[in-house]
């Protein structure tokens, strides 16, 4: 199954890795699906994600502050995909308690705001285009430019390749210059993780999003990756029939153990 163009973003890329049936159903044959899946964690990520930009454009001092940046947060609050009002207000509490460990100690703050949340597309030239939204880049005190990706779970986890791609060569599509470093931003813990952006890494990320373009129009079969959690996770679910077969499913899970046979502990 060819396509004239490919559109790469964090999200596309992510389906494709996880379940080629579900990228064909999504974005080649852009099939319609059951109905959206209401999920608290994206629901709570974009509401402190829409407040942190709103909070970031302000220039007048005066209004930088934690009662402010509460009032945007209760401002911009999505209420879809929590089971009760006592989770909702369990989780916008600690949006709140998120919010002021940033506002008391940010880690992002410098000489000057380049970007802040703007949806960015590069031709890749091919008919590959790659897409995304970068949620800050600004020029630090030591005059490094640094590309930001505010992360919102509990989970610590490092800087993924999938996601390189989009901070580097978006960065670099819309200020015309590379950024000297990539991070992410664990609000929970108001800590940040950063890496240097050097030319060997840059090829790598041009090396990657070349590879998953050509991975993307060569495939013929798409095949489906089931879980346990199709069901509750993925909106083709009753569209899917190995998504239904614990067969199917236990022998992807099988494979997917197979390929981090080499990172086992025993």
């Not at 559109?7 to 974005?27: A, D, E, H």
């Not at 909106?235 to 998504?243: D, G, S």
Request: hydrophobic residues 30%; contains cysteine.
């Amino acid at each position: 199954m060819k396509q004239n163009n490919i559109y790469l973003s964090n999200s596309n890329m992510q389906v494709f890795m996880n379940c080629r049936k579900k990228y064909r159903y999504k974005y080649i044959e852009k099939k319609k699906s059951e109905g959206t899946i209401a999920n608290k964690f994206l629901s709570f990520g974009n509401s402190i994600h829409s407040t942190l930009a709103q909070f970031n454009k302000i220039t007048s001092e005066e209004y930088r502050n934690e009662a402010n940046l509460h009032k945007l947060l209760r401002r911009n609050w999505i209420r879809d995909g929590y089971e009760s009002i006592e989770e909702e207000r369990e989780y916008g509490l600690r949006g709140l308690n998120m919010l002021s460990q940033y506002c008391h100690d940010p880690k992002d703050q410098g000489k000057e705001n380049l970007i802040i949340e703007e949806m960015i597309k590069k031709d890749m030239g091919a008919g590959v285009v790659l897409t995304g939204k970068l949620d800050k880049v600004y020029l630090r005190n030591d005059n490094l430019i640094e590309t930001i990706d505010y992360k919102t779970g509990a989970k610590v986890e490092p800087i993924g390749l999938v996601q390189l791609p989009i901070y580097i060569l978006l960065t670099q599509e819309k200020l015309g210059c590379y950024p000297d470093i990539v991070s992410y931003y664990y609000l929970s813990y108001n800590y940040k993780m950063e890496i240097e952006v050097t030319d060997e890494l840059i090829n790598e990320v041009k090396a990657f999003i070349e590879d998953m373009s050509s991975q993307i129009s060569d495939e013929k079969e798409f095949p489906c990756k089931p879980n346990e959690y199709c069901n509750v996770n993925c909106e083709f679910f009753e569209k899917c029939v190995e998504a239904k077969d614990f067969n199917s499913i236990i022998i992807n899970i099988i494979n997917s153990i197979n390929e981090e046979m080499n990172n086992r502990l025993f």
